[in-house]
């Protein structure tokens, strides 16, 4: 028992040696490393093959110049990257982020948690992440189109639909996979559909790719209340952030019967008592580009705080949407003083460990990023296989398909927590079911 709690421990402090500063992807692989104990007393022949440090390490690491001109005749130079974390179960997979934070160690926790997420979505595809240092936030079309084709002269040699699929993530919509689409097909003389998910319906994309992360998220929340005879009809939610993944899981959160109160951005948070009006919000962040205090413009009685933090407005519900560790302790004890039964989080590792544990100790249906978010990258290999057909799926069916696959991931992590000893755990749960089945793959390939 103490040689499993050793060898893991061990493995943990091998990481934070190897990765300096990573401080994010530490985490990542903490919060992952601590809940591998009872598999690994199972399974002795994953530490025999060393398949956590193993997993730990990326396929491979690529870090590019990326350098291109504003409307002004400036030069600019930014850093791109992408990361192939883990292919065992498929071609790389996982979105590209253009955020001023982005920095080797986020691309890694990103890369990491992907590569468990793709595992438990029963999809065909490993897990990968990439992105740059760019901050399209007050960019015109023209120079957000030069960043994009000079990132993608450079990537464009590391992809392809057999072997390395990006998408979107922060920072990265549809008009920015446009760009880069536009540029793989005019350098490699090709009009590969695969190699990019999240494009536009009209060339390629699938339906309800847009709308997956957020509906999926919603979905196992859904799922969550219904293990506990509860519903959604009628709760009371707050959405973090006003981007892809919190726009749609509003849309659905309303459709469902729930009242939605508040949502945010990087300069504040509003709160509309009666409940937030979803087009406006659509308008001014998927067409005008605008900061959300503008809402208030169009909508007297909502309030917007520069300084607000949205967990302190009572819910049943929370979704976070927007960032890592956007969710601390102090946060989850308000959530949990004020009533809080569920949190699903639609961001990726948006709550921190200590935030993790007390929502745990509370007994809440906790929904980690890796189970609950994966929505979007299932639809995204959902859009793979109709790329590899040349066939277009309607939005109902798509919709079915992504809500059958998160009841199965639901499913999975429920019964795998109860398994091991863990009930009502979905981390332990996420944990188990991501990690057995890259560790089955890379059992069967040998040492490669
Ligand atoms: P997005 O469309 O760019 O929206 C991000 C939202 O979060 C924006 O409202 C943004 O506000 C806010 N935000 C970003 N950084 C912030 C910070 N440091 N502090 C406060 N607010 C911040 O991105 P997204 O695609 O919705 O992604 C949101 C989260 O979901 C990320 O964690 C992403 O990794 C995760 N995710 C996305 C997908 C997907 O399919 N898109 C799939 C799985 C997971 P500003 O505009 O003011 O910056």
């Known amino acids: 028992m103490r040689d499993v709690e050793k060898t893991l421990e061990n493995i943990y402090s091998h990481v934070v040696k190897q990765n300096r500063g990573e401080h994010e992807f530490h985490q990542a692989v903490k919060e992952v490393i601590e809940t591998l104990g009872p598999v690994l007393r199972k399974h002795p022949e994953y530490a025999d093959q060393k398949i956590i440090e193993r997993i730990c390490e990326p396929e491979r690491q690529i870090i590019f110049r990326v350098p291109w001109m504003d409307d002004r005749g400036e030069v600019h130079i930014n850093r791109g990257f992408r990361v192939g974390f883990n292919s065992a179960l498929g071609p790389y997979k996982g979105g590209l982020r253009f955020?001023?934070?982005?920095?080797?160690?986020?691309i890694k926790f990103l890369g990491f948690e992907q590569t468990f997420k793709n595992a438990l979505s029963g999809m065909p595809i490993g897990g990968a992440k990439g992105g740059a240092d760019f901050d399209p936030k007050g960019k015109s079309d023209n120079e957000v189109m030069r960043f994009c084709q000079s990132y993608m002269t450079e990537l464009f040699r590391h992809i392809g639909e057999m072997t390395d699929v990006p998408a979107g993530d922060i920072g990265v919509g549809a008009r920015e996979i446009g760009y880069l689409f536009g540029q793989y097909k005019r350098i490699t003389n090709r009009y590969e559909s695969g190699v990019l998910t999240g494009k536009s319906p009209q060339w390629g994309g699938a339906l309800v790719r847009r709308e997956a992360t957020?509906?999926?998220?919603?979905?196992?929340?859904?799922e969550m209340l219904k293990a506990r005879g509860l519903s959604i009809e009628g709760k009371t939610c707050i959405v973090s952030g006003s981007g892809n993944v919190a726009i749609y899981a509003i849309e659905k959160l309303?459709?469902?019967?729930?009242?939605?109160?508040?949502?945010s951005d990087s300069s504040g948070v509003i709160f509309h008592k009666s409940?937030?009006?979803?087009?406006?919000?659509?308008?001014?962040?998927?067409?005008?580009?605008?900061?959300?205090?503008?809402?208030v413009e169009l909508h007297p009685d909502a309030q917007f705080h520069p300084d607000g933090v949205i967990w302190d407005i009572p819910c049943d519900i929370a979704f976070p949407c927007a960032t890592q560790n956007e969710l601390d302790a102090s946060s989850a004890k308000t959530l949990l003083a004020n009533g809080c039964i569920a949190v699903s989080e639609g961001a990726n590792m948006p709550v921190t460990p200590d935030g993790v544990r007390l929502f745990i100790e509370a007994g809440i249906s906790y929904g980690p990023g890796k189970a609950a978010n994966a929505g979007g990258v299932a639809t995204s290999a959902l859009e793979m296989q109709q790329n590899a057909s040349r066939d277009t799926w309607s939005f109902e069916h798509t919709e079915v398909r992504l809500q059958e696959i998160m009841r199965n991931i639901h499913t999975n992590c429920y019964e795998t927590a109860k398994e091991y000893g863990y009930p009502n755990n979905y981390v332990v749960g996420a944990n188990i079911v991501g990690f057995k089945r890259v560790a089955e793959a890379m059992l069967a390939f040998g040492l490669i």
């Open 275 to 295: 409940g937030l009006d979803l087009a406006t919000i659509k308008q001014l962040k998927e067409v005008e580009r605008k900061r959300i205090s503008d809402y």
């Open 99 to 106: 955020h001023p934070s982005v920095y080797l160690g986020i």
């Open 254 to 263: 309303q459709q469902l019967g729930a009242k939605v109160v508040a949502c």
């Open 214 to 222: 957020g509906y999926g998220a919603v979905f196992f929340a859904q």
